[in-house]
């Protein structure tokens, strides 16, 4: 098994920052790609970043220039810094990380609350 633990969220002003973190443990061979999503109330949940293990990242256009992920691949824990916030980035955040095994398996976090006041 496989758990992954969040931190760093919280409430924030617009324009603040916060960095999110997330550690994973367990039965870990390799991870591949970690990611972020976040979803708001009434709203689907949507990707917000992604890195891969080499280190390529993917970002949501909404999020782009504001937004970087990072990863450690010693302490298997992937990072999103969060600067100049918004209000519309109020939202569950939840990390995912998909391994290196067979079939690919996928674990979500638990979700940190981050919200941004205007």
């Known amino acids: 098994q496989v758990q992954l633990v969040e931190s760093g969220g919280g409430l924030v002003q617009a324009g603040g920052s916060l960095r999110l973190s997330c550690a994973a443990s367990?039965?870990?061979?390799?991870?591949?790609?970690m990611g972020w999503y976040r979803q708001a109330p009434g709203k689907q949940r949507e990707s917000v970043a992604h890195?891969?293990?080499?280190?390529?990242?993917i970002y949501a256009n909404s999020v782009k220039g504001r937004f970087t992920i990072s990863r450690d691949n010693a302490k298997n824990t992937v990072y999103l810094q969060m600067n100049n916030l918004k209000p519309e980035d109020t939202a569950v955040y939840y990390c995912?990380?998909?391994?290196?095994?067979?079939?690919?398996?996928?674990?979500w976090g638990q979700g940190t609350q981050v919200t941004v006041s205007s």
């Open positions: 890195i891969s293990k080499g280190g390529n990242t």
């Open positions: 995912r990380v998909v391994l290196l095994s067979f079939g690919r398996p996928v674990y």
């Open positions: 367990g039965s870990i061979f390799s991870i591949d790609t």
